[in-house]
């Protein structure tokens, strides 16, 4: 193992296991900025960003082949044009949403959800739990991927599974404001979508544990918004809960290491607030990615939940003012942070356009002082 990854996997087992003081995880959570700062000349588009901004090797190795914004369909929806305006585009796509795009352009905003999937049981049964078969062969007949990480969790890379969260799930299937409608008007159908996302999971998780096991399981759940949870606590332990504990309990139990202790992560964009001690009850004990406009603040979450795992936290739009203010707000956050230990972080959701090449760069400094 090179040196450099040697020095990420330590980094990588200091963080998880909330060693004080020690160097921080050098990374990114991801780039909306990139086309503008290639415009404005301060980049070429070819460049080794983790040699230009200090970031460290990837310790980090996850399984797939469980969704993540989405749910898993083998086989996928057939991706079509449906309809086309001068300025759009309305595709149907992978996951058989009907999706409104800029003409010609797919990435780099918010594009417009139009129609989901799933209306009823009859659409339900009809044209999407098929595809959620967990006795499809073709999510177990290259088995190459695993080989790998077994290869990697050899070498101390830290292993862990990501799948889709129930409530990014369903909310792929039925749409935000649908799944609030259904919870109410057809609970029977919610808990059936949900135990079909048990079932592809734990069949799937069942054959990659074969091969390894998994210190962390990745819940992409995207629950919350900048108002709080989209859904009640009570709503969130009748219709996620119990499916969410049996595969954590399932997957322990099938752990070929039983000295490990898994890691539950949960993932959400919006107000996490008040949801940490809700997603506790599962033995949730990583949070990401604290996002700052939506008032969170990780120096606040930290002093009430001592021994929770975090990442994100550093607000992109103080990124996007002078570097006097990002200097503040790094010397508010960071020498308390590390001395805590667990904390690693990013740019709470992506670095916007509107981040100056310059100001980031500065960003980029001074975390390599820590």
Known sequence: MDIKLQEAVQKTRDFYSMK??????QREFGYYCMDK?????????NEDLAELFGFDKGAVIQAGGLGWCEAEFKPIFKEEVLETTEEYELVRDFAGRHVLFFKGRRNGFMPTYEDHPVKD???WERDVKWR??????????????????????????????????????LRSLVGPEGILYMVYDDPDLVHDMMKTWFELA???TTFHQKYVTFEEIFFAEDICYNGGPL???DMMREFLFPYYQQLITNMNARKL?????????????GDCRPVIPVYQEIGMTFMSPFEVASGCDVVAQRKQYPEL????????????????????????????????????????????????????????KRMLEF
């Open 37 to 45: 700062w290639i415009a404005d000349g301060h980049l070429k588009g």
């Open 20 to 25: 004080k003081d020690a160097k921080i995880i």
């Open 121 to 123: 049981r009859e659409t």
């Open 132 to 169: 959620l078969d967990p006795k499809s062969e073709e999510r177990y007949n290259d088995d190459s991927y695993m080989k790998k990480m077994q290869e990697d969790a050899k070498l101390g890379l830290w292993i862990r599974q990501g799948l889709v969260g129930g409530f990014m799930y």
């Open 257 to 269: 290491d039983k000295s490990v202790n898994m890691i539950v992560q949960i993932d959400t964009d």
């Open 309 to 364: 795992l975090m990442s994100g936290g550093i607000d992109k739009r103080i990124l996007a003012t002078t570097k006097d203010a990002i200097d503040r707000e790094i010397d508010r956050i960071m020498p308390f942070m590390t001395s805590q230990g667990g904390f690693t972080p990013t740019c709470d959701h992506g670095v916007p356009e509107e981040v100056p090449f310059e100001n980031y760069m500065h960003y980029r």
């Open 202 to 204: 734990d069949a799937v």
């Open 231 to 233: 859904i009640s606590p």
